[in-house]
């Protein structure tokens, strides 16, 4: 991973905390916290925008539409995302992933959020659970 020019290389420790803090950090970014160079939020941040990340999350995404289109979950143990909320949500999906698979950059608050939506088992992503998932959605579209 290359670090741009004039930031400080993270630790090791910096870089592992990245990789288990990820909800904790991704609260941090959604809310507008700036990373300091070479922290593990900096290091979580720079993941966030990279292509692999940003495809993924697209992916998952359009994966959530067809599930709730189709009333099957892709693959086997997938919680079941709540069909009404992510049908209503389509138009916003869409916008997002085409955001998110466009050569344009991102801003890491926009995909913080997206994360916490999508990793929020008691959010209105998901079978159950009450909430507006297209205003949470609509805002990380805005973020982004």
Same mark, same amino acid.
């Given at each position: 991973?290359?670090?741009?020019?004039?930031?400080?290389?993270?630790?090791?420790?910096?870089?592992?905390?990245?990789?288990?803090?990820?909800? *904790?950090? $991704? @609260?941090?970014?959604?809310?507008?916290?700036?990373? *300091?160079?070479?922290?593990?939020? &900096?290091?979580?941040? @720079?993941?966030? @925008?990279? $292509?692999?990340?940003?495809?993924?999350?697209?992916?998952?995404?359009?994966?959530? +539409?067809? @599930?709730?289109?189709?009333? /099957?979950?892709?693959?086997?143990?997938? +919680?079941?995302?709540?069909?009404?909320?992510? /049908?209503?949500?389509?138009?916003?999906?869409? &916008?997002?992933?085409?955001?998110?698979?466009?050569?344009? /950059?991102?801003?890491?608050?926009?995909? &913080?959020?997206? *994360? *916490?939506?999508?990793?929020?088992?008691?959010?209105?992503?998901? $079978?159950?659970?009450?909430? $507006?998932?297209?205003?949470?959605?609509?805002?990380?579209?805005?973020?982004?």
């Amino acid at each position: 991973m290359t670090y741009p020019s004039g930031t400080a290389n993270p630790t090791v420790g910096a870089q592992v905390a990245a990789r288990l803090f990820t909800g *904790r950090l $991704d @609260q941090h970014l959604a809310v507008g916290v700036i990373p *300091r160079a070479g922290s593990a939020l &900096a290091v979580h941040a @720079q993941r966030l @925008q990279s $292509d692999r990340e940003r495809q993924a999350v697209a992916r998952t995404l359009r994966a959530a +539409v067809e @599930q709730a289109r189709s009333g /099957r979950a892709p693959g086997g143990s997938v +919680v079941p995302v709540h069909r009404r909320n992510v /049908r209503a949500a389509a138009d916003v999906i869409e &916008a997002i992933a085409r955001v998110l698979q466009s050569p344009r /950059r991102v801003n890491v608050m926009g995909m &913080a959020r997206l *994360r *916490r939506v999508l990793s929020d088992g008691q959010g209105p992503m998901y $079978d159950g659970n009450p909430g $507006d998932l297209v205003g949470r959605l609509s805002a990380a579209l805005a973020a982004l």
